[in-house]
T-cell receptor
Framework: DAGITQSPRYKITETGRQVTLMCHQT?????MFWYRQDLGHGLRLIYY???????DKGEVPDGYVVSRSKTENFPLTLESATRSQTSVYFC?????????????FGQGTRLTVV | AQSVTQLGSHVSVSEGALVLLRCNYS??????LFWYVQYPNQGLQLLLK??????LVKGINGFEAEFKKSETSFHLTKPSAHMSDAAEYFC????????????FGTGTRLTIIP
């Protein structure tokens, strides 16, 4: 199916554990993004990628690691999860062709760190 | 740097009443602006976008927004609210040609009163 998919949809993990959230898109969009959504903060950018092997920090990158070895995948890793990383995480992709093209979002991953 | 401000984290309107959700941007250059809607436990879905072709933009589900450069605003309206409009709404913007990051407002939760 065409689109952008995230997995898992729900995850509970313990403090200190490593967790990887997966994101896959089928459009070959150049740009991919990871956001976290928290009450009162809206969506905040964690990391983004302009193309395979090109990544850059967003607004709140501390405690997260990303990679992009293939255009279609953009996994987000929490190296040592903390309670403050409990959040809903959204992956998005965007075609760079035009500035006014919209971003397409996955369904989100609800992560709880206990 | 571009920023987007949404006034009112919660808005309640009666069914059939006018919906007005406010968004202001701060930018020295004309931005590209978007409105997204998020239904419970779902990702973000594009409502409409400003492409500079017209200042009044029509979107899905009867929503529209007017770009007013003099007021640096891009408010979202719908003439008659429906119960199915209850959701969270996000304004987002892109500026800085060559920088394709979307910056989001903090969101407005719309409640429809029967």
């Amino acid at each position: 199916d065409a689109g952008i998919t995230q997995s898992p949809r729900y995850k509970i993990t313990e403090t200190g554990r490593q967790v990887t959230l997966m994101c896959h898109q089928t459009w070959s969009h150049s740009y991919m993004f990871w956001y976290r959504q928290d009450l009162g903060h809206g969506l905040r950018l964690i990391y983004y990628s302009a193309a395979a092997d090109i990544t850059d920090k967003g607004e709140v990158p501390d405690g997260y690691v990303v990679s992009r070895s293939k255009t279609e995948n953009f996994p987000l890793t929490l190296e040592s999860a903390t309670r403050s990383q409990t959040s809903v995480y959204f992956c998005a992709s965007r075609d760079r062709a035009y500035m006014n093209t919209e971003a397409f979002f996955g369904q989100g991953t609800r992560l709880t760190v206990v | 740097a571009q920023s987007v401000t949404q006034l009112g984290s919660h808005v309640s309107v009666s069914e059939g009443a006018l919906v007005l959700l406010r968004c202001n941007y701060s930018s020295s250059v004309p931005p590209y602006l978007f409105w997204y809607v998020q239904y419970p436990n779902q990702g973000l879905q594009l409502l409409l976008k400003y492409t500079s072709a017209a200042t009044l933009v029509k979107g899905i589900n009867g929503f529209e927004a007017e770009f007013k450069k003099s007021e640096t605003s891009f408010h979202l309206t719908k003439p008659s609210a429906h119960m199915s409009d209850a959701a969270e709404y996000f304004c987002a913007g892109v500026t800085n040609f060559g920088n394709e990051k979307l910056t989001f407002g903090t969101g407005t939760r719309l409640t429809i009163i029967p």
